[in-house]
């Protein structure tokens, strides 16, 4: 048995609860090679609610890994990404791309409590973001756009009751029977509208503003989930700026950075790395001094062990 196997065997057991689905980063190839293959995925995850029973609060698809937010079981989450998985693969043959792997996996992580639900949605909400494609909420191919928002009024398609059967099964790939009210965008795909249950997020995130101060705000929750998902949370020049400071207002109360002395900065530079895991160059830059010096502090095991 295998390291995969094994992990299908643990998600098997797993009773019916809330996850963070995270599948694996595809580095030799892509998921979504066009905006017809990323409709259609959008359109997939919609059709999981219809053949499983989940609920799904959220969702992100990426050019080489996808993210769902739900409700379910281990082993209706398996059949379900499996379904996804074989799906998709098809369309890729079919367009002529190479197809997902045999062994193409995923995490399956349970979101235990209010926190960690706040923070599944603002990682999948930052994921675009932090690929430096566009503003929180803004991406086409998920479903955050949908929060404490107008898109879902202002972005509309044709009601699946006034399509034909022939092409419902086109679009969908399907013979299932679809919602009358389900919305088919004719570049969008199935708008996330039509399948996503909102209720959770709006338990989570009080108003509009509370969303906003989290979203810009929770530097080290992203880097604990990007971590356990094996993936690096990358972050802005402005970003680091904040984060460095809020660590020197609770280490060195009343001082900015440029007033720390060299052992303040080898103290804060061990704390950026494994609060944040900043790079030495992004340390060196936002600290301004050199590269090797940042190197140097992080390796010194005074710095690296006594001082934290």
């Given at each position: 048995m295998?390291?995969?196997?094994k992990k299908?065997?643990e998600y098997?057991?797993?009773?019916?609860y809330?996850?963070?689905?995270?599948?694996?980063?595809?580095?030799?190839?892509?998921?979504?090679?066009?905006?017809?293959?990323?409709?259609y995925?959008m359109?997939?995850v919609?059709?999981?609610?219809?053949?499983?029973?989940?609920v799904?609060?959220?969702?992100t698809?990426?050019p080489n890994?996808i993210h769902?937010l739900?409700?379910?079981?281990?082993?209706?989450?398996?059949k379900?990404?499996?379904?996804?998985?074989?799906?998709?693969?098809?369309?890729?043959?079919?367009?002529?791309?190479p197809p997902?792997?045999?062994?193409?996996?995923?995490?399956?992580?349970?979101?235990?409590?209010?926190?960690?639900?706040?923070?599944?949605?603002l990682?999948?909400?930052?994921?675009p973001?932090?690929?430096?494609?566009?503003?929180?909420?803004?991406?086409?191919?998920?479903?955050?756009?949908?929060?404490?928002s107008?898109w879902?009024q202002?972005?509309c398609?044709?009601?699946?009751?006034c399509?034909?059967k022939r092409?419902?099964?086109?679009?969908t790939?399907?013979r299932?029977?679809?919602?009358?009210?389900w919305?088919?965008?004719?570049?969008?795909?199935?708008?996330p509208s039509?399948f996503v249950?909102?209720s959770?997020?709006e338990?989570?995130f009080?108003?509009?503003?509370?969303?906003?101060?989290?979203?810009?705000?929770e530097?080290?929750?992203f880097?604990?989930?990007?971590r356990?998902?094996d993936?690096?949370p990358s972050?802005s020049?402005?970003?680091?700026?904040?984060?460095?400071?809020?660590?020197v207002?609770?280490?060195?109360?009343?001082?900015?950075?440029?007033?720390?002395?060299?052992?303040?900065?080898?103290?804060?530079?061990?704390?950026?790395?494994?609060?944040?895991?900043?790079?030495?160059?992004q340390?060196?830059d936002?600290?301004?001094?050199?590269?090797?010096?940042?190197?140097?502090?992080?390796?010194?095991?005074?710095?690296?062990?006594?001082?934290?």
């Amino acid at each position: 048995m295998n390291a995969w196997e094994k992990k299908r065997k643990e998600y098997s057991a797993l009773k019916q609860y809330y996850y963070h689905l995270s599948s694996d980063g595809w580095k030799e190839g892509r998921l979504f090679h066009s905006r017809e293959q990323y409709a259609y995925g959008m359109t997939l995850v919609g059709l999981l609610t219809l053949r499983f029973d989940i609920v799904i609060y959220d969702f992100t698809l990426m050019p080489n890994h996808i993210h769902l937010l739900l409700k379910g079981d281990g082993e209706t989450c398996m059949k379900a990404f499996d379904y996804f998985r074989r799906k998709l693969s098809a369309r890729l043959v079919k367009d002529g791309n190479p197809p997902l792997p045999a062994d193409y996996g995923f995490k399956l992580r349970p979101v235990e409590s209010r926190e960690q639900m706040r923070v599944a949605f603002l990682y999948l909400a930052r994921n675009p973001y932090e690929r430096n494609t566009v503003v929180p909420g803004g991406y086409l191919w998920a479903s955050a756009g949908l929060h404490y928002s107008d898109w879902p009024q202002i972005v509309c398609g044709t009601r699946a009751d006034c399509l034909s059967k022939r092409t419902l099964e086109r679009l969908t790939g399907t013979r299932m029977s679809i919602p009358g009210a389900w919305e088919f965008h004719p570049q969008l795909g199935l708008l996330p509208s039509s399948f996503v249950d909102h209720s959770m997020f709006e338990k989570v995130f009080a108003s509009p503003k509370d969303y906003q101060t989290h979203l810009v705000k929770e530097y080290e929750a992203f880097v604990r989930l990007g971590r356990a998902l094996d993936e690096t949370p990358s972050f802005s020049e402005e970003e680091i700026a904040d984060m460095t400071q809020q660590l020197v207002n609770q280490l060195f109360p009343g001082k900015r950075s440029a007033q720390l002395s060299n052992d303040e900065k080898g103290q804060l530079c061990v704390r950026l790395a494994d609060r944040y895991g900043l790079s030495p160059q992004q340390m060196a830059d936002e600290l301004h001094m050199p590269e090797r010096l940042v190197k140097q502090f992080l390796s010194a095991k005074d710095y690296g062990n006594q001082r934290r």
